[in-house]
């Protein structure tokens, strides 16, 4: 009996151990599970935390670069759009140079003026056809004023453009054009001023005076030279100061026309009248001439292509500029017709030839460097005034 009580005390002492040591080795293991969880929570959260702060790098990278994109294309477009008119002025520049030395030459060839004046306006009108089909805009403005006013610029602007081509045929390119833009910019500015109310700051101003320096300059070069032996001086030289004074008023209608008129229509309008009354006055007072050599062929359709692009030109400039800065921004037609005069009439410039056009093209510099800075300016603030949500025509009542 007390073997078995001995044996059922040693059975009880083992078994409290075992379960002693059970529930040691429990709570060891739920310490260390619960040491691992811990463990793994904070990794977990510092995963967490290095994400976020990898991604709020991300975006932030992200929107530095669509932000530096963004003004990337901004200044390009800013830099387009305020070169865009003395761009298109150049452009108008050397096609109305090429225009005047087809007209020249074309001349010579034995084409009546009046005809070739038909031929011009008659593929400017085809050109500007196709330009209506493409662009179909109104074919007529809205009212009385505006329909006047087109009928207006019609009439004006073909007895200017007469008096252009006239010019060529009287004198050398050169010489013509050199009277023209150096009394055209100064009517301008005053049809400008009186009409359109259109200022002029005192950089441009300059640029202007020496542009037109330049112009007298080279002219007064060129009067012994240029002038035909067989022609009177005073054609030479009366044709150009009327085409020049009859051509500000036309800047300045074309400026104010296309405010509230598309270009297309009004030059429909030019081209149709212009059209109609050269082959009146070559049927009229001219016998034409309809068969010609290939060369003559390819002056005269040089002669309207290069015109009517011209033209196409000229018309943008002026929805964009002032009318005094569109004309002094085509000065350089004086040195580029001088250029294609040695060229084409071997006709060689002198020493004050040379310095008149060196004063033209610094003053048309200066013309165009400012013409572009005031542009960018105003880009650069009108963009400014979108990013903060403002528009163009609040920004300007306020």
């Known amino acids: ?45 510092d995963d967490l935390k290095e994400d976020a702060s990898d991604d709020k790098k991300a975006s ?46 074309s001349s010579e060839g034995g084409i009546p003026r009046f005809q070739l004046l038909f031929l011009l306006n008659l593929t400017q009108l085809l050109v500007v056809l196709v330009c209506l089909v493409i662009f179909r805009p109104k074919l007529m403005g809205e009212g009385r ?28 390119p050169g010489i013509a054009f050199g009277i023209i833009q150096g009394s055209m910019p100064l009517f301008t500015a ?11 700051g005192l950089i441009p101003c300059c640029g202007i005076l020496i542009s ?20 009177l001086m005073e054609e030479s030289i009366l044709l150009p100061l009327a085409a020049g004074f009859m051509g500000a008023p036309d800047m300045v209608l074309i400026r104010a026309i296309q405010r509230d008129v598309s270009g297309f229509t009004m030059l429909f309008y030019i081209q149709v009248l212009g059209t109609l009354a050269a082959l009146t006055l070559t049927l009229t007072l001219e016998t034409p ?3 010609m050599s290939a060369e003559i ?36 037609v004086t040195p580029f017709t001088i250029l294609l005069d040695y060229f084409i009439l071997s006709k060689v410039p002198n020493l004050l030839k040379w310095v ?25 603030r009108r963009y400014f005034l979108e990013k903060m949500g403002f528009s163009s025509s609040e920004s300007e009542t306020k």
């Open 145 to 172: 004023r505006q329909n006047g006013l087109l009928l207006l610029e019609a009439f004006i602007n073909n007895i200017a453009t007469s008096l252009v081509f006239l010019s060529f045929t009287f004198a050398a």
């Open 289 to 291: 001439v309809w068969v």
């Open 356 to 380: 008149g056009l060196c004063l033209v093209v610094l003053g048309t510099i200066v013309l165009a460097a400012h013409t572009y800075w005031t542009h960018r300016q105003d880009e650069n």
């Open 212 to 231: 037109v320096t330049g112009v007298v300059l080279v002219t007064i070069g060129m009067v012994d030279q240029a002038v035909k032996a067989t022609q």
């Open 60 to 105: 932030l990278t992200a929107a530095k670069d669509d932000l530096e994109e963004d003004a990337n294309k901004n200044d390009k477009r800013t830099s387009l759009r305020a070169a865009r008119g003395p761009l298109l002025a150049l452009g108008a520049t050397v096609l109305s140079c090429l225009s005047a030395e087809f007209m020249s030459v």
């Open 1 to 45: 009996m007390a073997l078995s009580a001995m044996k059922g005390d040693l059975e009880g002492d083992a078994s409290d151990d075992k379960k002693a040591i059970l529930t040691a080795m429990k709570d060891d293991l739920e310490d260390d599970a619960s040491d691992d969880k811990k463990a793994l929570l904070t990794a977990a959260k």
């Open 190 to 200: 005053c049809f400008g001023f009186i009409f359109l109310k259109e200022t002029i």
């Open 297 to 332: 062929a390819g002056f005269v359709a040089g002669l309207g292509l290069s015109e009517a692009v011209a033209l196409l030109f000229m018309t943008a400039v002026l929805k964009f500029e002032k009318a005094a800065i569109a004309v002094a921004l085509r000065t350089l």
